[in-house]
């Protein structure tokens, strides 16, 4: 890189910069790995369904195997173009082009038996060389893709985009692998009145995939007209997109717009997961039920006091609700303000409260808040108003804290079953637990679900849980 610095700063003004000094020219590379994945997937199709004829009929079965192949090979190529089977991610990673390849050809082969239905036609195929040559097209198709993979970083190295890094006196941009450009090192400067300068930038910028400038404040305008006229994909640090946590931006009425939330989850994700939750919380109540009454039961007989425990605490949007849980301290001790966190030996807890405090059994009338729509099975666990980490309210600690509440409170959720409950002694101790909820918000799935309460009963006693 000293080098390219040194032959940009002694090529004078006026005279091209060596072409050799630009990013690596990989578009024309890409394209070559591009045509060679397309023609490695034609020739899985055509030796898988011609092999397997030829297995079953010798030649009158090859004829009849190529024949499915080449009927099928129009839509495999409409369907793998448009879904991503031949793009940047694909010659990135072997297995999800393979994946989405094998999936182009479900949707081929579908449309296929679709229409040689209806035509009635489906008999002219050997139900025996369709199916077979489809597993061994796929098992072809797949190995060729990782076969590919060796091709691809011979023709375009480790990466098949080039990224090129301008610093421009603004923060420090980590990439493994970016070609950098130091201007005051290259004497180089950005501006819009000197021609043969942004002649200079123009040639470094032509064969770069992507851009990203780093440069103060003032200069960053100045960078984007120079980037939109390179004609090239670039990008302007701005921290102002960290600080916001912006999602997006765009330009509306005249005005920049920066779209800063657009909600966790879609509709049919919380279709999904309101299913997930009655399912649950319905099949809890009914088989739990002996059990519930059972500790209902020695609850009131230990002191003659209420069963339930009602606090008011922080729920989805922020917005209040009651929760209930068994009441495991005693009437006069019970705290509703959530200020004093439990202590192993706490003298506040009740005999019964020990032990369902110790297995979570505390938390199962919340199965009720959960068909009530106030909470969820998973999510991040809600906490009282004077909670306390150290001596600080929880949101004094991390501004962040009320973004947790996109989603609705959880009976158990992420931080729990990575072990992180119990009192919050340190600030440290609600930092861990943020981390985990906003994960958890950030990157919400049915299926994290289903794990997280799978994980949640390996975990019901735990050494913090009292």
Same mark, same amino acid.
């Given at each position: 890189m000293?080098?390219?610095?040194d032959l940009i700063r002694h090529t004078p003004v006026g005279r091209p910069i060596n072409d050799g000094l630009a990013a690596h020219p990989l578009e024309k590379r890409r394209l070559q790995c591009y045509i060679a994945l397309i023609l490695a997937d034609l020739a899985a199709l055509s030796a898988g369904f011609g092999l397997a004829g030829y297995l079953y009929q010798a030649r009158s079965g090859l004829a009849e195997g190529l024949g499915i192949a080449w009927l099928v090979l129009? +839509?495999?190529m409409t369907v793998a173009l448009y879904n991503g089977s031949y793009s940047l991610d694909a010659l990135e990673r072997h297995r999800l082009g393979a994946r989405r390849a094998v999936l182009a050809l479900a949707i081929a082969l579908a449309v296929l038996v679709f229409f040689?239905?209806?035509?009635?036609?489906?008999t002219n195929f050997s139900r025996v060389v369709l199916t077979s040559g489809t597993a061994l097209s796929v098992v072809v198709m797949v190995w060729s893709r990782s076969a590919m993979r060796r091709f691809i970083d011979w023709r375009c190295g480790p990466q098949v985009a080039q990224c090129l890094i301008i610093e421009d006196g603004g923060p420090e941009i980590e990439h493994p692998v970016a070609l950098r450009i130091d201007m005051t090192g290259s004497g180089l400067h950005a501006s819009l009145d000197d021609p043969e300068m942004l002649d200079r930038?123009?040639?470094?910028?032509?064969d770069a995939d992507s851009?990203? +400038?780093?440069?103060p404040p003032e200069r960053r305008a100045l960078w984007a007209i120079i980037l939109k006229s390179a004609n090239v994909t670039g990008a302007v640090i701005d921290d102002t997109v960290l600080k916001l946590g912006a999602k997006s931006a765009h330009v509306e009425a005249g005005r920049g717009w920066l779209r800063v939330s657009v909600g966790p989850l879609g509709m049919r994700a919380r279709a999904l997961k309101r299913l997930f939750d009655v399912t649950i919380a319905s099949a809890g109540l009914l088989l739990l039920s002996p059990l519930m009454i059972a500790v209902a039961i020695a609850i009131k007989l230990e002191d003659g006091g209420p069963v339930l425990f009602r606090q008011q605490r922080v729920g989805r949007g922020n917005r209040f609700f009651t929760v209930l849980k068994f009441r495991s301290m005693r009437i006069e001790a019970s705290d509703q303000t959530g200020h004093i966190s439990t202590t192993p030996d706490d003298k506040r807890v009740t005999r019964v409260g020990r032990r369902i405090r110790r297995t979570s059994i505390d938390e199962l009338p919340q199965l009720v808040n959960v068909l009530r729509g106030d909470m969820s099975i998973v999510g991040p666990r809600p906490h009282a108003l004077a909670s306390l980490a150290g001596d600080k309210l929880f949101w004094e600690i991390d501004g962040r804290y009320w973004q947790r509440h996109a989603l609705r409170p959880g009976l158990t959720g992420l931080a729990q079953v990575r072990g992180l409950r119990g009192s919050t002694d340190a600030e440290?101790?609600?930092?861990?637990?943020?981390?985990a909820d906003l994960e958890y918000v950030d990157g919400w799935s049915l299926w994290r679900d289903c794990a997280i309460v799978w994980a949640t009963l390996r975990v019901l006693v735990h050494e913090r849980a009292y």
């Open positions: 000293n080098a390219l610095h129009p +839509v495999f040689a239905f209806y035509a009635k036609a489906s930038i123009g040639l470094l910028l032509r851009v990203l +400038v780093s440069c440290g101790d609600l930092a861990e637990r943020l981390d």
